[in-house]
């Protein structure tokens, strides 16, 4: 992979990461706000409920996320980005425009997901 674009993707997850950590920020802050709220009604409470449940379900996705930017950046200092960690072969520069945290080959990725689907796993 040329310096180019590493750094292309370099930039990249740093924006990403840069908005996903504002983004977690302000969503602890509603939490925080959501814990002082108590409704009277139980049909509010439920709603409020559900709606902290899918709050601190996409704060989870969200950092598992921050955690896949961080260990990209950490292969780009290590020389190690774009690299599929199966079969050790280049990640096509495609494959890393549409998902730039990933760490495995179309090939790679299409095997374990195939795998995965057959084995319930």
Do not use: W
Request: proline residues 2%; glycine residues 4%.
């Amino acid at each position: 992979m040329r310096d180019e674009d590493v750094q292309f993707f370099r930039n990249e997850l740093l924006r990403e990461l840069k908005n996903l950590t504002l983004k977690a920020d302000i969503a602890a802050g509603e939490l925080i706000d959501a814990d002082t709220i108590h409704e009277a009604d139980p049909l509010d409470r439920a709603m409020e409920e559900q709606a902290r449940d899918r709050r601190l379900h996409f704060q989870n996705r969200d950092r598992k996320l921050i955690a896949k930017i961080q260990s990209c950046l950490e292969a780009i200092e290590e020389g190690e980005y774009g690299i599929c960690q199966a079969c050790e072969e280049p990640i096509s520069l495609a494959r890393l425009r549409a998902r730039p945290v990933t760490s495995y080959c179309i090939d790679c990725k299409t095997e374990q997901e195939s795998y995965e689907k057959m084995t319930g796993s």
